[in-house]
């Protein structure tokens, strides 16, 4: 399951990584989202 919603997060929400975003400058809905992919990223490489 996490794996599929590793290939959704990846097609559909943003990277931060590409854009170069600075964490200590981010807004608090982008660390939303990188907690998010962090989280689904993590349990997908778990299995």
């Known amino acids: ?8 997060n990846k097609l559909i929400l943003p ?3 590409k854009q170069q ?3 200590a400058k981010a ?5 939303a989202i990188i907690g998010w992919r962090y989280f ?3 349990r997908a490489l778990k299995k």
């Open 21 to 23: 975003l600075d964490l």
């Open 15 to 17: 990277s931060f990584t």
């Open 27 to 31: 807004k608090k809905w982008q660390m």
């Open 1 to 8: 399951m996490y794996k599929i919603l590793a290939k959704i």
């Open 40 to 42: 689904v990223t993590t």
